[in-house]
C-alpha cells in the first residue's frame, strides 16, 4: 500500500460466516489479495450467523468487513426469512433434486451486486463467492453457468468493464465435495468452530444438527477424515 | 404467456420517479401488465424524488409500490449520494463522452437484482427498466449490451430460469431520444408535472435546471414540441 512498494491487489470476499464463505476467504487470501468481506443484514431469522462473519473475518485477516442492511422479507417466500419450517433429517439423496424451501429468491444475485459496487469504489476487479455446485445443485445461483453469465453481464454493466477492464467472480470451491472443501481449509488453517452452517441454530448459535445444511457438514467431516469441531444443540431441544 | 388464463400478467417496472421512469411504467400499463412498482431508497441525497415515485405510481394505476431501502452512502464515490458537487450547465455535447460523477457504481444492477427477488415472488416474469441510451451514453449500465447480459444472467440464476421459464428485462427506451419519450408519453397521458428528474433539487421538490438531466428533460421537451411542466427553482436560488 506505501508507495514503492508492490501494493497486493483487492479482492471483494463474500461471507456469511459459514464453512465455504470462511475457506473461500481463506483461499483468496492464500492467492494473494487483500480482501475485504461483505455480509449482510437482509432479514434473516438467524442473525447470530453476521457475529461468526465477524469472528471468521477477523480471524482470517480480511482488511476490513462490511455489513450492508435491507430486507428481503418484504418479499418473503423463503424458510430462511419467513415464519416457515426448515427441512429437518431429509435424506441427502433428496437434496439437490429440487429447488428446496431454503431458497432465498434472487439472493447471490443481490450479495454479488453489492459486491460489485463496493469492487467499484474500491478499486479491485476480483470477487469471491463460496458457492458449491457439487455438493447442492439445488439452488439456481449456484450453477457454474450462473456464474459465468454473471462475470459477463458485470463486464457490460459496470465502470471497470466499460474501460476495458476485466471482473473475475471466482467461484473456487464450485466443483469441489464439502470434504475437499474442509481438507483445503484444514490446510490453511481455517478454525472452523468459529464458523455456522445451520440454518436453524439456537440462541446460543449452536447448530441444529439436523437441517440440510448441518447434514452436509457433518458428513462433510466425516468423509475427510477430519475431526468435526462443530458445537451442536443438545437432542433435547432440536425440533 | 397467461395459457388460457384472464389475469394480466404482471411485471415489476423500476420506478425512480423521473420522466423515463414513468414513461416507462406507462408503457408497461399499455402492453396489458398488473404492474409492481419498485423504488429505492439507497441513501440518495434527495429522497423527494421518493414522493415523485410514489405520485407517479398512484397517477399511472401501478397494481402496487414498494420501496426497498438501502445505504449506498456507506460505499461512497458518486455525486448523487455523497457531498460531491453535481456539475452544472455541462454543454450537451461534452455529455456521454465520460462516465459523469453522477453514476453511482453498480446501482442499475442492484436495482434490477431486487426486481429479480420480486419477480420470483410474484410469479412473474417480466421486468422494466427505464434506461436509455442514446441520450446520455455515459453510464455503462444503461448500454443495450448490459441489459442483454443481464437478462441472460437472470435466466440462469433464478428458479423461473432453473425451471426452463425465460425472464424478459424491458427497455422500452433504449433506442428512443428524450424527445421521442416524451411524444410517446404524452399520447399515455403520463403527467410529466408529476415527474422529478432533477439530480440537484431544491427542498420544494423543483427543479434546478442546471444538471445534466435537467439540460436533457428540458431541450427534451422543445424538441418533441410539448410544452414544459417543469417546476423550476427561481434562478436567484440556484447554485
Do not use: W
Not at 468487513?65 to 415464519?83: P, Y
Not at 459496487?117 to 450453477?143: K, Q, T
Not at 453469465?149 to 465502470?159: F, N, R, V
Request: hydrophobic fraction near 40%; glycine fraction near 8%.
Amino acid at each position: 500500500m506505501t508507495n514503492g512498494s508492490i501494493a497486493a491487489p483487492r479482492a471483494v470476499v463474500l461471507l456469511s460466516g459459514g464453512l465455504d464463505s470462511a475457506t473461500t476467504l481463506a483461499i483468496a487470501r492464500e492467492m494473494g489479495f487483500e480482501c475485504l468481506a461483505l455480509s449482510f443484514d437482509y432479514g434473516q431469522r438467524h442473525k447470530i450467523e453476521l457475529q461468526a462473519a465477524r469472528r471468521v473475518a477477523a480471524a482470517l485477516g480480511a482488511r476490513d468487513h462490511r455489513i450492508v442492511k435491507f430486507d428481503l422479507r418484504q418479499f418473503g417466500r423463503s424458510a430462511l426469512t419467513d415464519n416457515i419450517d426448515v427441512p429437518k433429517n431429509r435424506p441427502l439423496e433428496k437434496m439437490g433434486g429440487e429447488i428446496p424451501i431454503t431458497y432465498v429468491p434472487a439472493r447471490n444475485i443481490i450479495f454479488l451486486s453489492f459486491a460489485l459496487a463496493l469492487a467499484e469504489v474500491s478499486d479491485c476487479r476480483d470477487i469471491f463467492i463460496g458457492v458449491n455446485a457439487l455438493d447442492y445443485s439445488g439452488y439456481p445461483d449456484c450453477r457454474p453457468s450462473f456464474i459465468e453469465k454473471y462475470q459477463e453481464m458485470a463486464a457490460a454493466g459496470t465502470k471497470t468493464g466499460a474501460e476495458g477492464g476485466s471482473i473475475r467472480i471466482h467461484a473456487p470451491l464450485i466443483s469441489m465435495t464439502k470434504a475437499e472443501i474442509i481438507q483445503r481449509g484444514v490446510a490453511l488453517e481455517v478454525d472452523y468452530s468459529l464458523t455456522l452452517s445451520c440454518y436453524d441454530p439456537d440462541d446460543q448459535g449452536r447448530h441444529c444438527g439436523a437441517c440440510d445444511s448441518c447434514l452436509l457438514r457433518r458428513k462433510g467431516f466425516q468423509e475427510a477424515n477430519v475431526q468435526d469441531p462443530t458445537e451442536y444443540a443438545p437432542l433435547e431441544i432440536r425440533s
